[in-house]
């Protein structure tokens, strides 16, 4: 087995014995989009407009939540030390981890989105929208996090400077993410939107595990 | 071959250490001494490419480390901290250990090389509720079926019973007699044969 595949084992091995922290992210998420329709009142009109920000932005700080797990426990116990040590590329052990860490944090919110979203009288067509684009968007968020998650490891009350580093980061995901939804709905169709998702999840894909390779040699120095 | 030259080190505004050198050859013993915070465990991780030197070189085959392709293949570091994970079993964390180290093992070396360190019948259970000796045990067992050239242990006699260290001292003459080289910090009276044995000595 190559090293990157142990690591991926390694990191689906420990999501199913931590299985509380995966629930509590998805049900932070639940919980959240579930008091706006509460909150606001049932005007069917003012809901189906606010669905999709609400579930994308809603969808940010879920994600946010994750991001502490991401390496604050492997830095604690030293796992983190061994595999700046591994002969595999550190920006390829990134992106092995970021890819876990989407399937055991994000991969639940996207297939829970279309129920959630019925909430908000969405459509169909809505629907099918919302879960592609936070299909598309969500892994951007993994990775966009995964330089705040180790820019600040090993700084006290480094959860709020998380937040405070990577959220400006997602407004360009979260723009595209709810655009694309309303689009739809009005009749533009979502093409455009979904192809800029698409691209900053390319971007992403090919920038930000270089960067979280060189912040982790940083804060392990 | 092994080679330190001129090393550097500084944590903020102070000099740690300067002007630390050797040369360690195949079978050679290189063991470092000096009080707490000395600056042992940081020329440990300078010398695994962890810590860049503010001045001089590290090489491996007369290769920099920074260049060097095949330098963390021939490396197995064991710092202070297990780097083992609590909710893994004694065997899931030896064989994803070796198989990031770049070495694969099978679940039968595994559970042998657990059964030798003093931890058999313990294999499956999870780390967590093991003992700290105990925990330091399935981190070391990695030295039994590593095939590297180099080890650089940092403390690693740390919370050991008797018989581990018996064990150990005897791992590492193995290793040097096989050509291995080893690098390591203890404050235990450990008396290790080796062909050639080296000091470096910090002083507070």
Known sequence: ?221 | MFEATRLECMRGDSRLFSEVGFLLEPGGLLHVRGPNGSGKSSLLRMLCGLILPEAGEIRWNGVNIRHSHDYNRALTYLGHLNGIKEELSGLENLRINCGLAGFDISEETAIDALERIGLDGREHLPVNVLSQGQRRRVMLARLLVARTPLWILDEPLVALDADAIGLMRSLFELHLENGGMLILTTHQELEIAAGVAQEIRFFS
Do not use: N
């Open chain 1, 1 to 221: 087995m190559s090293m990157l595949a142990w690591i991926m084992k390694r990191d689906l091995l420990l999501a199913i014995r931590r299985k509380s922290d995966v629930l509590t992210t998805l049900f932070f998420f639940v919980i959240m989009v579930s008091l706006f329709p509460l909150g606001v009142g049932p005007e069917p009109q003012l809901l189906k407009a606010m669905g999709p920000g609400v579930l994308w932005v809603a969808a940010l700080l879920a994600s946010m939540l994750s991001l502490g797990r991401l390496f604050a426990a492997d830095y604690a116990d030293g796992t983190l030390e061994q595999m700046l040590l591994c002969p595999e590329s550190l920006a390829l052990i990134v992106l092995a981890k970021a890819a876990i860490h989407w399937l055991a944090s994000e991969l639940p919110l996207v297939l829970m989105a279309p129920l959630l979203g019925l909430q908000f009288g969405l459509s169909g067509d809505a629907l099918w929208v919302l879960t592609l684009s936070l299909l598309l968007g969500t892994p951007v968020l993994s990775l966009v996090g995964a330089i705040g998650a180790s820019l600040t490891l090993g700084l006290r009350g480094g959860g709020v400077l998380v937040s405070l580093l990577v959220l400006p980061l997602y407004i360009p995901v979260l723009i595209f993410g709810a655009g694309a939804v309303d689009a739809s709905t009005s009749g533009l169709g979502a093409e455009g939107h979904l192809s800029i998702l698409g691209a900053l999840l390319v971007l992403a894909l090919l920038a930000t595990p270089k960067a979280v390779a060189a912040a982790l040699r940083i804060s392990l120095e």
